[in-house]
RNA sequence: GUGGCCGUAGCUCAGUUGGUUAGAGCGCCAGGUUGUGAUCCUGGAUGUCGGGGGUUCGAAUCCCCUCGGUCACCCCA
């Protein structure tokens, strides 16, 4: 056998049939939860100017180091995207539609870093947006989207948490005192989370270094900076969320990678997942993204949820199985004319799932294919049936009587041969 | 991006201190049944041992590089 020439790319998949309708179905179950919210769905382009994404933050690791950059034959400098919100943000400001704008999206996005279970360079999201209002309600109404989503997908061992990074005035004042606390804590703050506070402090909090754990334990807390509007902002979100069931914890540590957030954030944590690669779903308040992308003053929030991690967590919940999608029926015929293609059109048109092989195999070929198939009936024509304008339906479900002689007779319990024109009724009444 | 572990047939894996032509199970194909799927029996095809280079009389086995996977970190979905 040749060997193949290529092998797909470092953290890409190819994702296969009976996967591939998985994740159709997970995308349509979501688009139904957002659809009936009023939320309208939105294809931007899967690549932009590199300064649509820059706007996300030069101190961001998804800007600073895992952006797929190239230049195209025009000597554009263009970048894959990272993420969905800075494109939708783009979209947003060059075309300026009424507010508020609700929308949804699905897609790949792309980030060059190195790959492992749940963490792939091309991955799936799906989420929404809203742009427009700063009314904390909608944060609420997104949080609940998703708690929906993961509700009717199955998934029970999801665990919301939420922050506030307050206003951008408030994380200012917060951030001075972070820096200058870690500065007076140097020796006992990791190589790294020393650097990493030179650029941005705050995610420092969200180290997972053992070595950090105590300096960030003592650090100032968020919270106590907030101001007056984004502190009532905050409260409205945990009234709604109580009002509306959905548990959740206040973790004042908690940060996000992306520096644009403001208010509230949220993430979902898959706890049947490993820690590391947990987070299945996230987002917040990013108030200053669309005027840096010259979309006038106007709030947003959004979040995203990762395709192939949600499609993990059910695997490790064993909930959200793969569905058999394949054919009901199977289609046999020995004879050398064109029964097989005007049968398998009958029974398609009839709306059967319907198959049949290729390449004039032998009968017991052909009804190997059918067993392994998965159909639970077989249709056969043969020289005698198609002589006498009839077919043969045979029931394929159950073993077949040892000793059972082969005959076009039908006398066997799950065989028999009727009318040509009475087929599909009789496919019909089987199967249901 | 940094570091650890791993890579033998379509799949799961065996292969002794380097030693003839690299194996098993499952799956696949064909026949036993020239018109019939489970099971059973018989036979068959797989592979540059991830790729390249080196050491050696001789490499799946040892060394280097590289590609891919996986885990941890960084970070994130």
Not at 5 to 34: C, K, Y
Not at 271 to 286: F, I, M
Request: aromatic share 8%; net charge negative.
């Amino acid at each position: 056998m040749a060997r193949a020439l290529f092998q797909s790319q470092s953290g890409t998949q190819d994702i296969f049939p009976s996967e591939a309708d998985r994740r159709r179905r997970l995308v349509d179950i979501f688009a139904e939860e957002v659809t009936k919210a009023g939320y309208g769905q939105v294809i931007p382009p899967m690549f932009e100017d590199v300064g649509v994404f820059q706007r996300l933050g030069e101190a961001s690791d998804v800007v600073s180091k895992e952006l797929y950059s190239f230049v195209d034959q025009g000597g554009r400098n263009l970048s894959l995207r990272p993420e969905f919100t800075a494109s939708v943000c783009r979209m947003f400001a060059q075309h300026r539609p009424l507010v508020p704008w609700k929308v949804w999206y699905t897609g790949p996005s792309f980030r060059q870093e190195r790959p492992q279970k749940g963490r792939y360079r091309q991955f799936d999201q799906i989420g929404a947006e809203v742009i427009g209002t700063d009314d904390p309600d909608v944060d609420i109404e997104l949080i609940a989207i998703c708690w929906r989503f993961y509700q009717q997908i199955g998934l029970k061992n999801v665990s919301l948490v939420i922050n506030s990074l307050g206003d951008f005035e408030d994380r200012a004042r917060y951030l001075e005192d972070l820096q200058s606390y870690f500065k007076a804590n140097a020796d006992q703050l990791s190589e790294q989370s020393l650097k990493t506070s030179e650029i941005n402090p705050l995610r420092v909090l969200d180290s997972k270094r053992p070595a950090d754990a105590d300096v960030i334990a003592k650090a100032p807390v968020l919270a106590d900076y907030l101001g007056e509007p984004a502190a009532m902002s905050f409260e409205r979100v945990k009234l709604g969320l109580t009002t509306l069931g959905i548990p959740f914890e206040v973790a004042p540590r908690l940060v996000r990678g992306l520096d644009y957030y403001g208010r509230t954030i949220f993430e979902f944590a898959a706890t049947s997942l490993d820690a590391a690669q947990n987070a299945v779903g996230g987002g917040g308040r990013y108030d200053g993204l669309v005027e840096a992308l010259g979309g006038g003053s106007q709030p947003g929030v959004g979040f995203a949820l990762g395709v192939d991690r949600i499609l993990l967590a059910c695997d490790a919940e064993g909930v959200f199985d793969a569905v058999d999608s394949g054919p009901q029926v199977w289609v046999v015929t020995t004879t050398q004319g064109t029964e097989a293609l005007e049968i398998v059109e009958e029974l398609q048109t009839a709306g059967f799932r319907a198959g049949r092989s290729f390449g004039g195999r032998s009968m017991k070929a052909q009804m190997k294919a059918a067993n392994r198939s998965g159909a639970d009936i077989a249709v056969i024509v043969g020289e005698s049936e198609a002589e006498s304008g009839s077919v043969s339906i045979r029931q394929l479900r159950t073993a077949p009587p040892s000793g059972e002689v082969s005959s076009p007779s039908g006398s066997a319990s799950q065989q028999t041969v009727i009318e040509r024109t009475a087929m599909v009724e009789k496919v019909r009444s089987l199967l249901s």
